[in-house]
């Protein structure tokens, strides 16, 4: 009898961790099925965050070359929360640097959920992707290497229930 609830418990564990894994392997390939069939797509970069918790010191970066100058492009934020983040928005600081070293800094206000709670992206399990857009219809003045930081703005020292932060850049349709 006394084992029991010790069983249940390691049933659940290893439940949540398969969970977690398919969770994991499903994202993985639909993001090889979009980048592959998507033939606007130019890049896309998604970081994972340690244990869902973001720093208020913490940036993430991302590095991409572009070599079109003449399409008209568009550039998201992808976001995946899990369904225990408290706040309706999430602030962002993003530094985006040109090949000339210009930079453009600017602060986004991501909203990922409506006024009644209701998450806007889209979810599987308590896992919850939103890609906000950043700069539409834009023309890359040059080739070159370009990258992007990104700092959450929110006022907590350590937010939670972030998992993942990235970027995507596709041309325009």
């Known amino acids: 009898m006394e084992n029991q609830p010790k069983s249940n418990k390691m049933k659940k564990e290893n439940f949540m961790k398969n969970r977690k894994l398919i969770s994991f392997i499903a994202s993985v390939l639909f993001g090889f099925m979009t980048v592959s069939c998507d033939s606007n797509f130019v890049y896309e970069d998604n970081t994972p965050l ?3 918790q973001w720093s208020m010191d913490s940036s993430y970066n991302f590095n991409f070359p572009i070599n079109d100058t003449v399409s008209l492009h568009n550039m998201y934020i992808n976001i995946r929360n899990s369904g ?3 706040y309706q928005n999430l602030l962002l600081y993003i530094d985006f640097k040109l090949p000339n070293n210009q ?3 600017d602060t986004v206000n ?3 959920s409506d006024s009644k709670g209701k998450w806007l992206g889209s979810g599987w399990g308590s896992l919850w992707s939103s890609q906000i857009p950043y700069k539409m219809h834009v023309r ?3 080739q070159g290497a370009y990258s992007i930081q ?3 703005a929110m006022r907590d020292e350590k937010l939670k229930a972030i998992s ?3 970027i995507r850049i596709e041309k325009s349709k």
């Open 164 to 166: 993942d932060i990235g």
């Open 110 to 112: 991501c909203i990922l």
């Open 84 to 86: 225990s983040y408290k």
């Open 103 to 105: 930079t453009i800094i």
């Open 150 to 152: 990104i700092t959450h």
């Open 50 to 52: 340690g244990l869902e």
């Open 140 to 142: 890359f003045p040059s």
